[in-house]
């Protein structure tokens, strides 16, 4: 079940996809109509994008943002936010081993391993944690996979571009011209991306992270922008200035894989001083 059921198993597919090859490498046409009847696996991620593309509307984002915005759901340790999301484990794929917690150490030791920062390493460890939206019900479509903007034309290098076909914003007269309801070089931050675990932590952690860190997890799943290069016409000079992050992150979140699961007793000293350089004890979701 796609859109009702928090599964583990779903959202490391979907987080995975670039990695499977569905993408188009820059400069080429998008595969979008390639079906792999050896990976079940792919047509899941197909169909989870069909509803995605269907659902994700302006109006949808807006009625989101009322609803989860006022970080009035819990105050929550990140320990207890990393515990929770752990929850998430999938027992149902046996190709997926890593649990939401193996994802995210395996990215933070990776940045730590190749001398990023402090601030980095933490932007590491944290920046799936939004992903605890599943366990409030949230289907998948408005949680995980890869976020565009709203408001506008959507651009046809996002995968599976054909399913905005069935978005009704692209019906509305308003949201449908290339620039929609935006002026050109607005700045993204005036932008309403696609409803997901991108946006909403990016305003759990917006008054204790650096700005480059909150770009990387504001935009980590914004692949048109940061891969495909389309939507430059909505950035400011800032943007495109801390677009390199986001590019710099990329890698760490989708190929790190070490042979050896960091463990998270001998690591767990480290990254307890390492949070509490940054963040209150408490934080509100
Ligand atoms: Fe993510
Ligand atoms: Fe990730």
Redesign the pocket.
């Given at each position: 079940m796609v859109n009702e059921t928090p599964n583990g198993s779903l959202i490391g597919d979907v987080?995975r996809f670039v990695e499977q090859g569905l993408y188009p490498e820059p400069g080429q046409r998008a595969r979008s109509d390639y079906r792999n009847y050896d990976s079940p696996a792919r047509d899941t991620v197909r169909e989870f994008y069909r509803q995605n593309h269907r659902w994700q509307t302006y109006e949808f984002v807006s009625q989101q943002r009322q609803k989860y915005l006022g970080l009035n759901r819990c105050r929550m340790s990140i320990f207890e936010a990393l515990d929770f999301l752990n929850t998430l484990v999938d027992d149902s794929d046996p190709d997926i081993d890593l649990d939401q917690l193996q994802?995210?150490l395996q990215?933070s030791e990776a940045i730590r391993a190749d001398g990023h920062p402090d601030w980095f390493v933490l932007t590491g460890l944290l920046?799936?944690l939004g992903k605890v939206l599943c366990l409030w019900g949230e289907p998948q479509w408005a949680v995980v996979g890869d976020t565009f903007p709203v408001g506008c034309q959507f651009s046809d290098r996002i995968v599976y571009p054909e399913f905005f076909a069935d978005n009704p914003d692209r019906q509305d007269s308003a949201y449908s011209t290339l620039h929609g309801i935006y002026q050109p070089g607005c700045g993204l931050r005036n932008v309403l991306m696609s409803w997901g675990h991108d946006e909403y932590l990016f305003h759990v952690l917006r008054e204790y992270l650096p700005e480059p860190s909150l770009y990387m997890i504001r935009y980590?799943s914004f692949y048109a922008w940061h891969r495909e290069e389309q939507y430059d016409w909505l950035c400011d000079d800032h943007d495109r200035e801390m677009l390199s992050w986001v590019r710099k992150f990329n890698p760490y979140?989708l190929y790190t894989k070490s042979p050896v699961a960091p463990d998270w007793k001998t690591l767990r000293p480290y990254y307890s001083e390492l949070i509490s350089r940054y963040l209150p004890e408490q934080i509100a979701f």
């Open positions: 987080e994802h995210l990215t920046h799936d980590h979140d």
